[in-house]
C-alpha cells in the first residue's frame, strides 16, 4: 500500500517464511489482521526489520506484541530499526497498558550492517528518504551439491540412509573404519535464495549492490513517469525507476509495491515498468509469491 490505507491495499508489511519462522519486514497498521487472513501467526514471528520510522511502516507493531502477549509468547523478539531510533520504538512498545510476557529485543543497524540467523543473513543498505532508513536482503546460505550415486557406491556407501546423510553434508562412516565426506560425493554447493526489501526511496547504487543477482525484489513505486518530480521531492521513486534499478541489479523478479492511493489501476504502473523489466508483477494485499530452491 502507500503511506495512507485504502479499501483496496493496507499499509506495508511483508512476511517472509523460512520453514517454521516469520520474519516480518515492516509493520503497519493492521498488519496482525493480515497475517490471520493469511493463516499466518504473530506468534511465529521471530523478528520484525522496521525500514524507517514513518508511521504507516510501524504503528502496527505496538498491537501485535500486545497480542502476541495476550497469546501467552514467551519466546523473546528481535525487532531491528536504522541507528538512533532505539529509544523512540522502546518508547512507542510501552504505551499500551499489558503486561509483556516475553522479552523484545530492540537494536539497531546501520548501513553496511548484518544480522546472522538459522541458515541464512540479513545485510542493509541506507535508503535515499531524508529520514534514518534502510532496505533489507535476506540471503541464504549454500546448500550441498547435488549426490552422485554411483560415485557413493564406488566408494561403498550403500543407498538408503546413508545417501541422505551425505545429501545434509555430513560424513559417513563405513565398515573398516572409512569415512566418506561429503566433497567426495557432492557436485558444488547450490546457492541459497535472496530476497530484498527497500520501500520508501529513490532509486540509488546502494540497493542495485544490495539487491545483485535476487530471486526477488520488492521495491518502493510510489508514482508513475507522470509524477517523476514529485517522486524526487518526497523520496521515493517511479515504477521506471525500480525497473531500472531491478536491471541493474539482474534480478530475476521485480514486485512494485507502496504504490500511491491514487492508482486504484496499477496496468499503467506495471506497463512502464515492463518497459525496462519485464520480469516484473505489481503486489497486491495477501499475495503470495513462493520463491524455488536453486536445483529444485
Not at 514513518?54 to 514467551?74: E, I, K, W
Not at 541458515?119 to 547435488?146: C, D, N, Q, W
Request: aromatic content about 6%; glycine content about 12%.
Amino acid at each position: 500500500g502507500g503511506s495512507v490505507p485504502s479499501p483496496l491495499r493496507a499499509l506495508p508489511s511483508l512476511a517472509l517464511k523460512r520453514g517454521g519462522e516469520i520474519l516480518l519486514f515492516d509493520c503497519g497498521e493492521g498488519t496482525q489482521a493480515q497475517m490471520l487472513r493469511a493463516g499466518l501467526s504473530p506468534l511465529k514471528v521471530g523478528a520484525v526489520f522496521l525500514s524507517h520510522l514513518h508511521g504507516d511502516h510501524f504503528l502496527g507493531l505496538a498491537g501485535m506484541v500486545q497480542t502476541m502477549s495476550l497469546f501467552g509468547r514467551t519466546q523473546p523478539l528481535r525487532i531491528y530499526v536504522p541507528e538512533g531510533e532505539r529509544e523512540r520504538v522502546e518508547t512507542f512498545l510501552t504505551l499500551p497498558h499489558y503486561t509483556p510476557t516475553f522479552e523484545m529485543r530492540v537494536e539497531e543497524l546501520s548501513g553496511g550492517g548484518e544480522v546472522r540467523g538459522n541458515g541464512y543473513r540479513i545485510l542493509t543498505s541506507p535508503l535515499k528518504h531524508g529520514v534514518e532508513g534502510l532496505a533489507f536482503s535476506l540471503e541464504e546460505s549454500p546448500r550441498p551439491g547435488r549426490l552422485d550415486p554411483r560415485k557413493a557406491v564406488e566408494l561403498g556407501v550403500p543407498p538408503g540412509p546413508s545417501f541422505s546423510l551425505l545429501k545434509a553434508g555430513k560424513p559417513v562412516s563405513l565398515p573398516g573404519g572409512r569415512e566418506v565426506k561429503p566433497e567426495e560425493v557432492l557436485g558444488p554447493p547450490l546457492p541459497g535464495r535472496k530476497v530484498v526489501y527497500a520501500v520508501d526511496t529513490r532509486p540509488s547504487e546502494e540497493t542495485v549492490a544490495l539487491a545483485s543477482g535476487a530471486d526477488v525484489l520488492v521495491h518502493d513505486s510510489m508514482f508513475g513517469e507522470e509524477l517523476a518530480e514529485k517522486a524526487r521531492e518526497r523520496g521515493h521513486s517511479t515504477s521506471s525507476e525500480a525497473a531500472w534499478v531491478a536491471r541493474e541489479a539482474g534480478v530475476k523478479l521485480l514486485v512494485l509495491t507502496h504504490l500511491s492511493p491514487r492508482y486504484r489501476e496499477t496496468s499503467k504502473l506495471l506497463e512502464q515498468a515492463r518497459r525496462i523489466f519485464p520480469h516484473t508483477v505489481v503486489a497486491e494485499d495477501l499475495m503470495v509469491l513462493e520463491v524455488p530452491l536453486a536445483g529444485g
